[in-house]
């Protein structure tokens, strides 16, 4: 996949380059390109003089952090325990099914990517599915193929 | 900032500053009885004691807004909605310690909480609160955001401060104090966000006043994430000591839809579920450590019958497996086979040798991990053991799932009360149902994959799970 790459200049400038500024340059780089490019890591590395593998080895303990390219939108469903106990499964089988990946999985169509995280701290209106950076909050079953009409 | 001044706010920075020496602040919350929110319930003036007395050419202060623990969100609304009290609080703690610079560390999943301190930050900046010689004084404080990014072990003290620095977030072992030796190496003070919010308001009204409020060894107030099956979920702030009935029937309102209540979860992954007949006990951190759950960071999980606790056991298990950062063995392998064993009873497999073998490794799991998460994260399994063993035999023996919730021990039926509204047809992802309208509908069995889509849409009650 081919990339702008000149915008990794204006993230690197937002930072002092220690380590320090690592996994807040990381997170930049995930929200500009929905993943780590191969490339950007080594600008990283490069930039900050932290060497390629410890680079590599914490862009891989994070989860917030993904080494492949995800889709237009990300839907996440919540699987913290008020969801779970509130039918976060069922919806995650749904989803699963309506998109017809598996969680972790994005759809051909580079559309969807679906993911199931922790907790999303809106526990009070759970179950929750966060679709792009919209919260979905109480989802009932009927709604489930709504959330993620293909626009 | 106009509004958290027109309420008080900065009067507590202020009154510290010019009319009180760091020990004096530390005295003052020391005798205030404030015990850290965040779950330990450790002295929070005791900690500061300890970390101002380690000579060092720097301390550290920081805020811990790493609230991981699933089915709890107040330390959200306090960052989203009191950022500057958070702010005031680290102030206060690091004029007492003597520290210079301090970190908010929040999660990455709260962006409008990372959002509202940033503004917050910028505007004691410019307006003198942060920066060099505070007040006209000699006191000089600055305060960087550190976002996380989504691995619930960093809100263990040590690995939060390996990823403060921009490491990964593995935890060392707890002999060596992240108080005496922390972020960099320096004695770093590191304190919950609901503990530091608390801090202004004690120096403002005093250590009695505070004391006044809960209990004797658990004072002030604390604020629960109460969700779950119960009819009014949300955020509610208590004084301590309060039992768990006045909160989930008198608050909560009971039971959603009535239904009898089985267990209430409180201490997130670390913590334990707690049965009926435990509900008038009273909520402090003493009294929940007792019986085998604990405080925690808040949040309060309401369970009813539909909810399978031996499920509930396999889903923090599940948790804690993806968690744990595979460092030491006892919690990357000791977790990994009570989660195995967990999934074999729920799937119906289970040999009644198996709840021994899992009390065993449970115990040695919980000595031998090297932090926090896997010291305690064998709590979930114990205490549900502990109360609900009747559940696990249910499962084990008669092979049996009572709520209804473990697929590979249930079955769904339509009865003869079906309606054929068809609602349940497109629902099932699986073609398993088959009707006409207006004519009772059929489930074939062969097709049912047991995910509940056609309980959960049909209006008339028509579907049997047993």
Known sequence: MKHDFNKLTDIFDKYPKTQESLIAILQDIQKEYQYLPCEALEQTSDVLDVPLSKVFSVSTFYNSFSLTAKGEKVVKICTGTACHIRGAKLLQDQLENHLAIKAGETTEDMKFTLEVVAC???????????????????????RVKKLVKAK | MKEYIGVDGYQALAKVLHKMTPDEVIDEIINSGLRGRGGGGFSAGKKWKIC??????????????????PGAFMDRSIMEGDPHGVLEGMMIAAYAVGAKEGYIYVRDEYPLAVTHLEKAILDCERSGLLGENILGTDFSFSIKIARGAGAFVCGESSALMKSVAGEVGEPRATYIRSVVKGLYDEPTVLNNVETLVNVPTIIRKGADWYKSIGTKKSTGTKVFSLVGKVRNTGLIEVPMGITLREIIYDIGGGILDDRPFKAVQTGGPSGGCIPESMLD????????????SMMGSGGMIVMDD??????????????????????CTPCREGLYQLHKLLEKICSGKGEMSD??????????????????????????LMSTLKYFKDEYIAHIKDKKCPAGVCPELITYKILDNCTGCMACIPACGYDAIEGKKKEV??????????????????????????
């Open chain 2, 306 to 327: 539909t909810t399978c606790i031996v499920d509930v056991a396999k889903y923090f298990l599940e948790f804690l497996v993806e968690e744990s950062c595979g460092k």
């Open chain 2, 52 to 69: 101002k007395n380690i000579k060092a050419e720097k301390h550290y202060v920081i805020c811990n807004g790493d609230e991981g623990d």
């Open chain 2, 281 to 292: 006990l009273p909520v402090d951190f003493d009294s929940l450590t007792e019986v085998g």
């Open chain 2, 441 to 466: 509908h059929v489930i074939t069995q062969d097709k049912c994959t047991k995910c509940g889509a056609c309980y959960a849409v049909c209006n008339f009650d028509s579907i049997l799970v047993s």
């Open chain 1, 120 to 142: 999303v701290g809106a526990c009070a209106m759970a179950p929750v599915v966060v679709v792009g950076d919209k919260y979905h909050g109480s989802v009932k079953v009927s």
């Open chain 2, 355 to 380: 709840i021994e073998k899992m009390e065993r490794l449970s115990e040695n799991v919980m000595i031998g991990s090297l932090c926090g998460l896997g010291k305690s994260g064998p709590n979930p």
